[in-house]
């Protein structure tokens, strides 16, 4: 079945510092793939998709490129800030005809400190 | 805000209860989706319904149901509740239903918070 694996949390930074945060993923044929991002006491919110191999998906300065050699859709930003703490998840919307929903990964938690 | 309206915002129940959410996805949004947020398990898919019909299942209980009415507004029914029920239940919407190709955006709601004691 399809899956997403992310790196564990919590993520903890200092402003400005270069942010990555590893997704990869288990599915067949060409799934699309997003960033969604939890902000405390809120819903998700999509941060950015890929919907092809060598896709690169951005918003915010965030980006994420779609490896399909490497199954990954790895999210970057050169600088983060205090306002970028949240929850990040990766996800996969599946290529084939059958159950066709957003399977999420455990989310990484993102503290950025002043 | 999102165009997903959910409600309650947040529902203390006790055990052996029952209870309902409301979701109301975005104007023009066809499909709804309800999805569990659990410490433990993540973000898992429970159901979707398209156009008032029910399209995709994943790891809902038994004890838990759905529908999606004419006005496309979509109750998700908790039944028997356990304590380990205590969770975020998010609704989500899109346009596309199963017959959309390509990239599909859910749009989530802010979530209902339950709390079984």
């Known amino acids: 079945g399809n899956s997403v694996t992310q790196m564990e949390g919590p993520v903890t930074l200092s402003e400005e510092a270069f942010l990555t945060i590893n997704c990869t993923y288990t599915?067949?044929?060409?799934?699309?793939l997003f960033w969604y991002v939890q902000y405390p006491g809120e819903g998700l919110q999509l941060l950015l998709k890929?919907?092809?191999?060598?896709d690169k998906g951005s918003n915010k300065g965030f980006e994420a490129t779609y490896r399909k050699e490497t199954t990954s859709f790895h999210l970057e930003k050169g600088s983060v800030q205090v306002s970028d703490s949240a929850v990040y998840f990766c996800?996969?919307?599946?290529?084939?005809?059958?159950?066709?929903?957003?399977?999420f990964g455990s989310g990484t938690r993102l503290q950025v400190q002043p | 805000d999102s165009g997903v309206t959910q409600t309650p915002k947040h529902l203390i129940t006790a055990t052996g209860q029952r209870v309902t959410l409301r979701c109301s996805p975005r104007?023009?949004?066809?499909?709804v989706y309800w999805y569990q947020q659990s410490l433990d398990q993540g973000l898992q898919f429970l159901i979707q319904y398209y156009n008032g019909e029910e399209r995709a299942k994943g790891n809902i209980l038994e004890r838990f149901s759905a529908q999606q009415f004419p006005d496309l507004h979509s109750e998700l029914n908790l039944s028997s509740l356990e304590l380990g029920d205590s969770a975020l239940y998010f609704c989500a919407s899109n346009s596309w239903g199963i017959t959309g190709s390509g990239a599909n955006v859910l749009t989530f709601g802010a979530g209902s918070r339950l709390t079984v004691l």
């Open positions: 890929a919907t092809k191999a060598d």
């Open positions: 599915a067949t044929g060409y799934p699309s």
């Open positions: 104007s023009g949004d066809l499909s």
């Open positions: 996800a996969l919307w599946p290529w084939d005809t059958g159950r066709r929903a957003l399977t």
